[in-house]
T-cell receptor, first 107, second 110 residues
């Protein structure tokens, strides 16, 4: 099956810092989504981004489908950004998840 | 829309008991998924419904697990009999293009 690799596995940030999370995938996909799992376990859809760049507040994402990667940018991080960020790629109906990047933002 | 609604939020049951998890998807979404999340295995797809029809149940661990979707606004995941290794967080998700997850049911089988 398709391989989805996320890096780094863990990230510790000081509040206000910027960061970039990366997602590499091993095969062509229909679609890519980014999710945030907060410390209470809720999975929140951040982006639906099969290609191109999208922005949502302090977050933005870029997918380069031809090169099989996506980037998630967090700017001016806040403690509420803590949690696990998952990249998920879609082939047909199936979403395959990466192992996630655990982000800890310290005040 | 209230999003994907799951119940119960927490369930503690004894080994051997039947457990039923419930899900109300977002209105208008034609795809529904049940996932299980554990530390060891991450997020695993258990079953996928499209227009209320089960399309892919290859992720259902064994015959003790069953899922139904009697109509577009309701789905259940049943475990009978439950075992301690079934302890996990079970998520329901629905999708038209973007995928939205419910808050999950944390199941503990003792």
């Amino acid at each position: 099956g398709i391989q989805v690799e996320q890096s780094p596995p863990d990230l510790i940030l000081q509040e206000g810092a910027n960061s970039t999370l990366r997602c590499n995938f091993s095969d062509s996909v229909n679609n890519l989504q980014w999710f945030h799992q907060n410390p209470w376990g809720q999975l929140i859809n951040l982006f639906y981004i099969p290609s191109g760049t999208k922005q949502n507040g302090r977050l933005s994402a870029t997918t380069v489908a031809t090169e099989r990667y996506s980037l998630l940018y967090i700017s001016s991080s806040q403690t509420t950004d803590s949690g696990v960020y998952f990249c998920a790629v879609e082939q047909g109906y199936k979403l395959s998840f990466g192992a996630g990047t655990t982000v800890t933002v310290r005040a | 829309d209230a999003g994907v609604i799951q119940s119960p939020r927490h369930e503690v049951t004894e080994m051997g008991q039947e457990v039923t998890l419930r899900c109300k998807p977002i209105s208008g979404h034609n795809s529904l998924f049940w996932y299980r999340q554990t530390m060891m295995r991450g997020l695993e797809l258990l079953i996928y419904f499209n227009n209320n029809v089960p399309i892919d149940d290859s992720g259902m661990p064994e015959d003790r697990f069953s899922a139904k979707m009697p109509n577009a606004s309701f789905s259940t995941l049943k475990i009978q009999p439950s075992e301690p290794r079934d302890s996990a967080v079970y998520f329901c998700a629905s999708s038209s293009d973007r995928t939205f997850f419910g808050q999950g049911t944390r199941l503990t089988v003792v």
